[in-house]
């Protein structure tokens, strides 16, 4: 199929007014554009179509006008696909045309329009790497993560220092976790569409020598409003790898392929806070709190390094400067991607990244309840912190740095569940097959169904093996601390499981949905340390311990539900597969 040149002619530019931002407008008959038979893009063995497709950008493309489309995942033998071909509906219960694909003469157009995508082999293409090369990009997100949330618990090991210094109360102190949690609520809302628009290279390293920088004046506080402050602003810098982590594993690894990569990424999060305590202990039962924030200044500031190796992997920005180029070169204008084409008015992107998580959190009850469920493990893990402590160092006359190593059995449950979760996700691509290839998003909630029932256990273990109901004495410290073992298994299969039901549930609206939970995470995971040595104390290790346990419980049926009618529930939403 030929288009040559005519007066009638019109660029990409000229034929959708409405998305005029992509590329320059060039004279009629200017461009030749031949598109030879069989050129037209396919997938790769490594993946799955029927997936959600990780590396689109959501939050800055306006799929109203243009839709979606796998140009950021296929291959082709010429380095593009026309748009006519490309684009589509968004995934979701009820299928919306796109704007430009409702106009005849704009779908028309379309045939015009070149969007670049893999040759057949690229080199470029992060997927094509050496899996040396990813295993080694996996590892340092991986331990980015580790390293940002093992920030957030590590003043946890000297709570009394700091209180005794400013003489303050535990609460204020344990506002230090709280506002470094809110900081990570927030953070990811505006890095998510940055990195986006710019890549995620940059906010690899800019934004965490920032973070790097603020742990100065936690470390040099003369008074506790600075070190609140400084936390804030740790948490809000520092949250760069939980935006950019999980799409950079994404990037390297395909669908069919990150199972066990996937696992890791999973774990950090709830991995790193437990490590936070274990060495905070030590340190500041030996050379004081200060020195809290200098040894994890040169924690992160080794991570910081390693991250500065990470090379650019996400995809619409490697092809976007894959454009650019070609245009140069060429002079072709109509060689774009979809995500220049139909980029997002600053007003849009905002909408999108502040308003619309908040919309399905009020109306999206699979998004909501599932969220608050993950949530909640999230803000039990917290509470550990604060609890350990009132257990082990009340009631067993422990230091800091002892208490802190109980903390051991929760990191021997998380890494039990590093072997399962590749597991899981062996069976769900059983469960496709079994299906022709296309598994329901419920089959995700198989994990969830394990995992839900060891966090009660866990925290019933913890509270009746606690003094007074046991007392101090001989090895009576192993009940309580082996209660970490079923909780941090429970916890981390639990959320590995929830979070790929959202993912599958929402396919067109991936990135809300991971900002509603990331919202309802934050706020449950910063409330809980306010408010959880108070509750110990009043009511009783035991009871305390069983309050939770059974709040655990009543959660239990929810994966159940929705593995049972989850199905009729999404055919009522607008937004979900």
């Known amino acids: 199929m030929t288009i040559a040149p005519h007066s009638q002619t019109t660029t990409t530019t000229e034929a959708f007014d409405d998305a005029a931002t992509a590329v320059e407008k060039h004279p009629p008959g200017h461009v030749t554009l031949t598109v030879e038979p069989g050129h037209q893009g396919h997938f790769p063995p490594s993946h799955d179509p029927n997936r959600p497709d990780l590396s689109f950008p959501f939050e800055t493309t306006d799929t109203q006008r243009g839709g979606f489309t796998d140009e950021y995942r296929i291959t082709s033998k010429t380095g593009y696909i026309t748009a006519d071909l490309a684009l589509r509906p968004v995934p979701s219960h009820y299928h919306t045309l796109p704007a430009v694909l409702a106009d005849p003469e704009k779908a028309i157009r379309l045939k015009q329009v ?157 991995g790193g806070p437990v490590l936070g305590p274990i060495i905070g202990g030590f340190i500041g039962e030996t050379i004081g709190w200060r020195w809290i924030f200098w040894v994890n200044m040169i924690f992160a500031g080794v991570v910081a390094c390693m991250c500065a190796t990470i090379p650019e992997t996400y995809a619409p920005a490697i092809l976007l400067k894959r454009a650019k180029r070609l245009r140069a070169e060429t002079g072709d204008p109509n060689i774009t991607t979809e995500q220049e084409l139909f980029r997002k008015t600053l007003r849009e992107i905002v909408i999108e990244t502040a308003v619309r998580p908040f919309q399905m959190i009020a109306t999206e009850p699979i998004l909501t309840l599932m969220s608050m469920y993950a949530s909640l493990i999230y803000g039990l893990l917290y509470a550990f912190f604060f609890s350990f402590p009132i257990v082990f160092s009340e009631g067993y006359g422990y230091n800091d740095g002892i208490t802190g190593l109980m903390f051991c059995s929760v990191l021997i449950g998380v890494g039990i569940a590093l072997f399962v979760t590749p597991r899981l996700e062996k069976d769900y691509l059983r469960r496709a097959a079994a299906k022709g290839g296309r598994a329901d998003p419920e089959d995700r909630l198989i994990g969830m169904m394990i995992g839900c029932w060891f966090i009660p256990i866990g925290m019933f273990i913890f509270g009746w093996t606690s003094p007074p109901t046991v007392q101090p004495g001989g090895g009576n410290w192993v009940g309580p601390c082996s209660a970490g073992i ?92």
């Open 486 to 577: 079923p909780f941090g298994f429970g916890m981390v299969v639990l959320y590995f499981s929830a979070n790929a039901y959202l993912i599958d549930a929402f396919p067109g609206y991936v990135a809300s949905a991971l900002a509603a939970k990331i919202v309802i995470r934050s706020g449950l995971g910063a409330a809980t340390p306010l408010f959880i040595t108070a509750m110990f104390h009043n009511l009783g290790n035991g009871w305390a311990a069983s309050v939770w346990g059974f709040i655990s419980l009543a959660l239990i049926p929810i994966p159940f539900c929705f593995y049972k009618y989850g199905k009729w529930i999404r055919s009522k939403s607008r937004r979900a597969a």
């Open 114 to 270: 070149k969007l670049v995508t893999w040759y057949e082999n690229d080199p470029e293409d992060p997927r094509n790497w050496s899996k040396a090369y990813k295993w080694y990009i996996t590892f340092v997100c991986a331990l980015s993560v580790v390293s940002i949330a093992f920030a957030t618990a590590i003043i946890a090991g000297d709570f009394g220092g700091v209180m005794k210094e400013f003489e303050v109360s535990e609460v204020v102190v344990a506002l230090s976790v709280s506002l470094m949690i809110v900081g990570f609520g927030i953070g990811p809302l505006i890095l998510a569409p940055l990195s986006e628009l710019h890549g995620r290279r940059p906010f690899w390293v800019a934004p965490f020598l920032v973070y790097i920088l603020f742990n100065i004046p936690c470390a040099l506080a003369k008074n506790i409003g600075t070190l609140l402050v400084s936390r804030f602003l740790c948490g809000l810098f520092g949250s760069g790898p939980f935006a950019l982590a999980g799409g950079a594993i994404a990037d390297v690894w395909d669908n069919n392929e990150r199972g066990f990569a996937v696992a890791l990424f999973a774990a950090a999060p709830y």
